[in-house]
């Protein structure tokens, strides 16, 4: 027998059995032919598998766009991975703005009030921006990258031996349906001895696949892993966030009394300050150790005594309930502490009007 010969006859048996499962199957669906069912567990890991892939596709795609919301930016990314190429260095959205800030400051002078805020708001922006890429790096490497090698590799395998069964499924029932039709002892033989050799193939497949789809509980451990280093790097990187702006309202704390000479303002014009977001309040209150870094020895000394001290007000502060007092940044109050106070406020008194006031908002005078 030549090479074409064989070829020949190997096409011939390939379509013949392509043809058996294709009739198979439509006598299935039909409701004409029986269909071996699937033990139980293997149905439930199965089962367990596709709700594995569906969603963990989901959530890679959306941190996908959580790390990158920019569509255009995501395609260009994917493009120059698919060519194996690095995609060029852009600044990204923070670093931009902060460096359009900077620009912006000193053309309208590092020594007017304005000019400074603005080059130091630039450099926290763009250090926000550095940390940003840093997020993005370190979660595409301990994150996404895990989750798209489940879906390009472990599941492909899966769906690859999970077709195969699928064939093997149909070739053993195909063989049950011609022994029940063989009628010739002779035929009935041979239709027997096939269905033996296809329950075989059948029971043989089935338990690979098994082992594979049993693997998926290892890759849920995996994944977990791979998720506590995703929070990690966004506990650092929210972190960082809030540090960098913490000092930086710091640093603007003292521009109130500048902005009196900028642009040769009259002193005895009204003068409005920068006004903290009151959310910067809740959140000193939420995080101590945070909110203690900032304590001036004075405020110590004035928590441990029963006296009271004058107090500069940097930043307006609306009140959100009757306990506390509202603020206007440059006025003088009078403070004091009261057993049991939290630590992060100081009672204040305004001629009749009192109420707790926030530290962070304060500067003690002599």
């Excluded at 931009?96 to 400074?116: H, K, R, V, W």
């Excluded at 994150?143 to 769906?159: A, S």
């Excluded at 009749?352 to 003690?364: A, F, S």
């Amino acid at each position: 027998m030549n090479i074409m010969d064989f070829n020949v006859k190997k096409l011939a048996a390939d379509a013949g059995t392509f043809l058996s499962r294709a009739v198979q199957f439509t006598e299935e669906k039909l409701g004409q032919a029986e269909k071996t069912e699937l033990d139980a567990h293997l149905e439930n890991l199965l089962s367990k598998a596709e709700c594995t892939k569906l969603w963990t596709e989901k959530i890679m795609k959306q941190t996908e766009v959580l790390l990158q919301p920019n569509p255009n930016a995501r395609i260009e990314e994917f493009v120059y991975e698919k060519l194996d190429r690095k995609a060029p260095s852009r600044m990204n959205n923070p670093e931009l703005l902060g460096q359009y800030m900077i620009d912006a400051g000193n053309e309208f002078g590092p020594g007017t009030a304005y000019g400074n805020a603005l080059i130091k708001c630039g450099e926290t922006q763009k250090r926000i921006g550095t940390a940003d890429r840093e997020l993005i790096q370190t979660s595409a490497i301990n994150f996404l990258t895990p989750l798209r090698n489940f879906i390009e590799g472990d599941y492909k395998t899966i769906t690859k031996e999970r077709k195969l069964l699928q064939n093997k499924r149909l070739d053993l029932d195909a063989a049950k349906t011609r022994l029940k039709k063989a009628k010739v002892a002779e035929a009935r033989a041979a239709s027997e001895q096939e269905v033996r050799i296809t329950q075989s193939e059948f029971d043989r497949q089935a338990e690979i696949t098994r082992l594979l789809l049993e693997g998926i509980s290892s890759t849920h451990a995996h994944h977990l892993r791979c998720l506590n280093d995703f929070v990690e790097a966004q506990m650092t990187y929210y972190a960082q966030c809030y540090q960098y702006m913490l000092d930086l309202q710091k640093q603007l704390g003292s521009f109130p009394s500048t902005f009196l000479s900028n642009n040769n303002q009259s002193s005895s014009a009204p003068v409005q300050s920068v006004s903290a977001p009151s959310v910067l309040a809740s959140a000193s209150a939420s995080l101590p150790s945070v909110s203690n870094s900032v304590v001036t020895s004075g405020i110590s000394e004035l928590k441990s005594s029963s006296g009271s001290r004058k107090a500069r007000v940097l930043y307006d502060y609306d009140a959100a309930n009757s306990s506390e007092l509202s603020l206007l940044a440059d006025e003088v109050i009078t403070v004091y502490s009261i057993p049991g106070m939290d630590s992060d406020w100081l009672m204040g008194e305004r001629g009749n009007q009192k109420g707790k006031v926030p530290i962070t908002y304060l500067e003690l005078l002599n």
